[in-house]
């Protein structure tokens, strides 16, 4: 039986997006509508169709950087892509989604970018084929089965939680535009000084809080009243996975704000039967590296995967290539 051949589509706007299948949120429409809402950042959904049947999907986030007092842009994707039965395999439709990609965004993006691959194998030829390079990156990701939380969480971790929340700091999710506002002026505060952490604008958090869907969830961490901590968490399938998080340690050490934040979001993802919670960047496999230390205290483990590259200039990719390949 011959297949059909594969038909791509791009689309640059919600609206514009036909009903697809799916549950990653990642590809989401949701996802999509809280990026387009956001100042500097520009999503395109790819989508790949066998017939009029969708067997994959992409959607690639472009934005605006400032750094080492350049201005540039990068488009990057989280994971691979998500696909549905189709007579082609896997790798096949991702090898199209990825050339359509490459050719769409390598003369507009400085910097291309695969990040959060489940399967850090997966594509490796077509990567190869189309100028990328790979860097290996850290995952941790905490089992939430049975009471596995408990077991491998650090002592000091959980005497840290508990005497926080004895110490009068309320943990809740955000509920009013008024709670996410004030979360999020002390998140953009939390974020000023990290140069290599990004933070999109209101109202990407005010379009998340909006949606009915379980895809996200604006936790905040209260004392006496005012908000002091607070994380994101975006729900995917069984797993959850934390995107941003922020303390006022420094005025509040008692509380445990940071870590409140964190927990708050995994009581939940607990509470709610997801299998597991995943921190959605735990950096280079640097030896000493803070924020992965610290989330490594809630009782995850460490994995190696990879991060795909590409940059523009040419000469720089290609020697990129011969270090890292």
């Given at each position: ?5 594969l038909?791509?589509?791009t ?74 039965p ?139 009243g ?15 996975y ?16 940071g ?31 803070g ?22 200039w ?12």
């Amino acid at each position: 039986m011959q297949c059909m051949a594969l038909r791509l589509a791009t689309y640059y706007k919600a609206e514009d997006i036909p009903s697809l299948p799916g549950s990653n949120v990642f590809y989401s429409v949701e996802m999509f509508q809280a990026l387009q809402q956001a100042k500097g950042f520009r999503p395109v959904l790819l989508v790949a169709y066998e017939g009029t049947q969708a067997v994959g999907k992409l959607l690639c986030i472009t934005r605006r950087c400032f750094r080492f007092k350049l201005f540039f842009r990068e488009t990057y994707v989280y994971g691979a892509g998500e696909y549905f039965p189709s007579s082609f395999a896997r790798e096949e439709i991702f090898r199209e989604l990825l050339a359509c990609f490459t050719s769409s965004f390598k003369d507009r993006s400085f910097l291309l970018e695969f990040r959060n691959l489940k399967e850090p194998l997966f594509g490796y030829r077509y990567f190869r084929e189309c100028g990328y390079f790979p860097v290996r990156w850290m995952r941790v990701r905490n089992s939430l089965h049975g009471n596995r939380i408990g077991k491998w969480m650090s002592e000091s971790r959980k005497r840290q939680i508990s005497r926080g929340l004895k110490s009068g700091a309320e943990m809740d999710v955000a509920r009013t535009e008024e709670e996410v506002r004030e979360f999020f002026m002390l998140l953009r505060r939390y974020y000023s000084s990290k140069i290599h952490r990004y933070l999109p604008d209101i109202k990407f958090f005010l379009s998340l809080s909006r949606q009915s869907s379980e895809h996200a969830r604006i936790f905040i961490v209260r004392y006496k009243g005012k908000i002091i901590g607070g994380s994101v968490c975006l729900f995917s399938e069984k797993d959850a996975y934390l995107l941003f998080s922020g303390g006022m340690r420094k005025s509040y050490p008692l509380q445990y704000p940071g870590v409140l934040a964190v927990w708050n979001a995994m009581a939940y993802a607990l509470a709610h039967g997801y299998d597991h919670f995943e921190f959605i960047d735990a950096g280079l496999p640097f030896k000493k590296y803070g924020y992965r230390d610290f989330i490594l205290r809630f009782g995850g483990r460490q994995m190696s995967s990879r991060r795909w590259f590409r940059v523009g200039w040419g000469w720089l990719n290609r020697l990129l290539v011969k270090f890292y390949v």
